[in-house]
């Protein structure tokens, strides 16, 4: 499947290329909505749901490598993205994307053993607002966390695009059950 830009109705808008600092984003269309992918420095700061408003609207090739490599995941050819990442945030929410990206593609862990690893055992709400607070939706996986029952808890994209991912992740585990 082909993944692109998202039909913009009021035609294209082109912003100056500034030198230096800058933040660049730009949206794509998957099979699960629009979804916005912004890179500084050649490194990739975010990938969303909803929209980015800062910076400029360019493609760059670190994000148009993000959206090919997104496109590979919902099309169930890529298990593992290999992207520069950036995200910005405290120590301990960079200790939990860690962790996260240490869940294999197609398992999940619970907030608790999340917190464990990150060596706060009794943080797993701490650990919580850490994936609320992931600015890179599903390259740190943060869907493959779930509540200490196996229960899905909250997610940015909600309940059922986080089931929706997993179940994609499942396809080649169908022995794998999420509830």
Known sequence: MKYGLPD????SIFYPILMGDTFCFQAYAFPVGTIWIGERDGAITDISYSP????VVRETSPIRQAALQLGEYFD???RQFSLPLSPEGTPFQQAVWNALLKIPYGDT????EIARAVGSPVGARAVGMACNRNPVA???PCHRVV??????????GGLAL????????AAGK???LWQ
Not at 52 to 55: D, F, K
Not at 109 to 112: A, F, K, P, Q, S
Not at 162 to 169: F, M, V, Y
């Open 174 to 176: 169908p022995e794998r």
């Open 8 to 11: 913009r109705k009021s035609g």
């Open 52 to 55: 980015l408003h800062r910076g």
């Open 147 to 156: 509540g200490s029952t196996g229960r899905l808890t909250g997610y940015a």
């Open 162 to 169: 986080k089931a929706r991912l997993l179940q994609l992740e």
């Open 109 to 112: 862990r619970t907030y608790g």
């Open 138 to 140: 599903i390259v740190i």
């Open 76 to 78: 169930g050819k890529r």
